[in-house]
C-alpha cells in the first residue's frame, strides 16, 4: 500500500510538472518593442556601476543619470561580456547569436565580408511583423556596410550624423560663437528627429525594433574636451586609474575626455527616453544599453581578452519587471539575439552560442539566477590587416569564470598589438602622429594620446612597465587570479600552485572550442591565417575611398 501510494504521489508530481511546463510553453511572447542603445567602443562606464563594484574606480567619477535611471527601474548585470574585443566580429556575433569564428568572413574587422545565410535577429523581427530602423552604427567596417541589419533600407538619419562625433561638433559650434548648451542641443535635437522619424513610420498597433549605435566613443575625440564640456577634472582621476594605466596628467585627460563621450552617450539616452515617454510606448518597451568592447587606444582594452577589453555594461528596463535588480549570471553580448528572437514570437536556430535571457528578464530575484551560467568564452583573430608581417592575425581564445581569467596565446612569436614600424622614431611622438594615426606602429591599439605618453617613456622607469604590458610579447598561457589580481597585471600560468586550476581551464577551453567547431582548434588551425582571412585588403577605387570615408563619419 506504502509503495502504491508512493507511486501515486510521484506520478502526480509528474503530471502537475508537465502541466506546469505545457502552461509556460504556452505562454503567448510579450511581443515587447525593443530600444537597443548600442555604442561603440563603450565599455562599462556608468555611474551605476560605482556602487554594484563597491571600490574606487573611473565609475567614481562618470555622472549617467539617464543610464542609471534605467539601472534603478530595471536590471544591471555585473558580468556581462562580449564574444570578441574587436567592432565587427562583435558586432557579428551580436546579431547572428554564434561564436564570432563561426560568422564566416565576419570573424574579422578589416576585410570582414556578411554571410547573408546567416541568420540575424533584426531581419527575423522584420519578418515576423516589426517595424525596424536603425540610426548610425549597426555592424562596420565590413562589406556590405550594416548587411545583417538590411544595409542603409531601415536607416533614419535625415536629422543628422553629428551625435557621432560629440565632442568635434560641438567645439566647432563653440568655436563659431554658439554656447555649450545651444551647440549640445543642436546635437540632441539630431537624436530627437532620428527617432521620431523611425516611431512615426510604425503602423498602429505594430511592434518595433530600433536599433542606435552613435560611435562617438570611438576616437578621435577633441583632446581637453572632458573638462571643457562635461567638467570632468582630469585630476578626479588621481588614485581611481586602473593598475595598468599610467596615473600621470596626459593620460587622466585622455581618460576624461573618454568619459566625456561617455556622458554624451548618457544624453543621448535621455532625448530617447523623454520620446518613449512621450509617445506612450515606455510601458510596452525593452530599453537595452550596451556596447561593442572596451575603452580604445589604451593597454588592456579594446583587442584584448582581459577584462578592460570584454567586459561591458549591460542594463535594461524590462516592461513590468521588478525595479533595482543586480544579477550576477553571467551574460555575454550573443544572448541578446535569442532573447530579442523570442521577445518576438521566434524560435532560435540551433547551435547558437547565445543563450536566451528571457527567463532572467522576468525572474524577480537578484544574484545568481540560472546556475550554469558561470563563465564565457572571448577571442580574436585580426583587427587592423596589417598590423603584423604577412597581414597575419593575432589568435587568441579566453575562457572566464568567477575567479579566473585563462588566455591562450595561438602564436606567441607575433605582436600581440601590432609590430612597430615606425611607433619608436622619436619624430612620431614628438610630432604628435602617434596620438593621430593608428597605422604608424602598434596599429592593433588604436592612436591616442596614452598610447603616445607610453611609447615616448618606454625608456623611463615609470613608464617601462606599462610599454612591456601592452606591446610586449606574450607566453603562450595566461593565467590570471582574479581574487588576488583583479586588473589582471600578473600571470601566474607557470606558477606550480596554480597548476591544477590552469590544466582544468585550458581543457574545459578547448572542449568547448572544439564542440563549437572553431577553426582555429579543428583541421590544421590554420584557416585564419590564410585568405580571404588574411592578406591585403582589395584595391579600391578613389571613388570607394572617398565613400568609406563619407561612411566612416557617418559611423557606418
Known amino acids: 500500500m506504502h509503495s502504491f501510494r508512493l507511486t501515486s504521489w510521484l506520478c502526480s508530481l509528474l503530471l502537475c510538472a508537465l502541466c506546469a511546463a505545457c502552461l509556460t510553453a504556452a505562454e503567448p511572447a510579450p511581443r515587447w518593442n525593443i530600444l537597443f542603445i548600442f555604442a561603440d567602443d ?14 574606487p574606480s573611473l565609475n567614481d567619477v562618470i555622472r549617467t543619470p539617464h543610464i542609471d535611471r534605467v539601472a ?30 563561426n560568422t564566416g568572413r565576419g570573424a574579422i574587422l578589416q576585410g570582414a565580408v556578411w554571410d547573408e ?3 540575424t535577429f533584426p531581419l527575423l523581427l522584420r519578418d515576423a511583423g516589426y517595424h525596424i530602423g536603425k540610426s548610425y552604427k549597426v555592424w562596420s567596417p565590413g562589406n556590405p556596410v550594416d548587411a545583417p541589419f538590411g544595409g542603409q533600407r531601415y536607416a533614419y538619419q535625415k536629422s543628422g550624423v553629428a551625435p557621432n562625433n560629440f565632442s568635434e561638433v560641438v567645439t566647432a559650434r563653440v568655436a563659431g560663437g554658439a554656447t555649450i548648451a545651444t551647440a549640445r542641443d543642436e546635437v540632441l535635437a539630431q537624436v530627437r528627429g532620428n527617432f521620431d522619424a523611425f516611431l512615426a513610420d510604425r503602423k498602429p498597433g505594430q511592434p518595433w525594433h530600433y536599433f542606435f549605435g552613435p560611435t562617438n566613443t570611438h576616437r578621435t575625440w577633441i583632446k581637453g574636451s572632458g573638462q571643457a564640456l562635461w567638467n570632468i577634472d582630469p585630476d578626479s582621476l588621481r588614485g581611481k586609474m586602473p593598475a595598468f594605466l599610467p596615473d600621470v596628467p596626459a593620460v587622466r585627460e585622455d581618460v576624461a575626455d573618454y568619459l566625456g563621450e561617455c556622458q554624451a552617450l548618457d544624453a543621448y539616452v535621455g532625448v530617447l527616453r523623454e520620446r518613449l515617454d512621450a509617445a506612450g510606448e515606455l510601458d510596452h518597451t525593452l530599453i537595452v544599453i550596451s556596447g561593442d568592447h572596451g575603452m580604445p587606444g589604451v593597454p588592456s582594452g579594446k583587442c584584448n581578452l582581459y577584462d578592460h577589453g570584454t567586459a561591458v555594461a549591460l542594463l535594461m528596463r524590462v516592461p513590468g519587471g521588478r525595479p533595482g535588480r543586480v544579477v550576477d ?29 528571457l527567463a532572467l528578464l522576468k525572474s524577480d530575484r537578484d544574484g545568481q539566477i540560472e546556475a550554469d551560467r558561470t563563465w564565457v568564452i572571448t577571442g580574436r583573430e585580426r583587427h587592423v590587416e596589417d598590423a603584423r608581417s604577412g597581414y597575419l592575425p593575432y589568435p587568441m581564445r579566453a575562457l572566464r569564470t568567477r575567479d579566473f581569467i585563462y588566455i591562450r596565446n595561438f602564436a606567441p612569436d607575433r605582436a600581440p598589438m601590432g609590430e612597430a614600424n615606425q611607433a ?9 602622429a602617434l596620438a593621430r594615426d593608428t597605422r604608424i606602429g602598434f596599429a592593433d591599439m588604436d592612436a591616442s594620446p596614452t598610447k603616445e605618453w607610453i611609447v615616448a617613456h618606454r ?31 600578473h600571470n601566474v600560468a607557470a606558477f606550480p600552485a596554480y597548476a591544477k586550476t590552469k590544466n582544468e581551464l585550458a581543457a574545459l577551453l578547448m572542449e568547448r572550442l572544439t564542440a563549437a567547431h572553431d577553426p582555429r582548434v579543428t583541421g590544421d588551425g590554420t584557416t585564419f591565417d590564410k585568405p580571404p582571412f588574411s592578406g591585403p585588403l582589395p584595391a579600391q577605387s578613389e571613388n570607394s575611398k572617398k565613400k568609406t570615408k563619407a561612411e566612416k563619419k557617418a559611423g557606418l
Open 424 to 432: 619608436l622614431d622619436p619624430a612620431s611622438f614628438a610630432s604628435g
Open 329 to 357: 549570471d553571467f551574460v555575454r553580448l550573443p544572448d541578446l539575439a535569442p532573447t530579442f528572437m523570442e521577445i518576438g514570437g521566434l524560435t532560435p536556430p540551433a547551435d547558437l552560442y547565445g543563450r536566451s535571457l
Open 42 to 55: 563603450w565599455g562599462r562606464y556608468a555611474n551605476a556601476y560605482a556602487k554594484i563594484d563597491g571600490k
Open 117 to 119: 545565410t546567416i541568420p
Open 72 to 101: 534603478r527601474e530595471g536590471i544591471a548585470f555585473r558580468n556581462a561580456f562580449v564574444n570578441a574585443p574587436s567592432c565587427t566580429p562583435c558586432r557579428s556575433s551580436l546579431l547572428s547569436g554564434r561564436y564570432f569564428f
Open 459 to 489: 625608456a623611463d622607469p615609470e613608464g617601462k612597465l606599462f610599454f612591456e604590458h601592452a606591446f610586449g610579447p606574450r607566453p603562450g598561457e595566461e593565467l590570471y587570479d582574479l581574487r588576488q589580481d583583479p586588473d589582471q597585471m
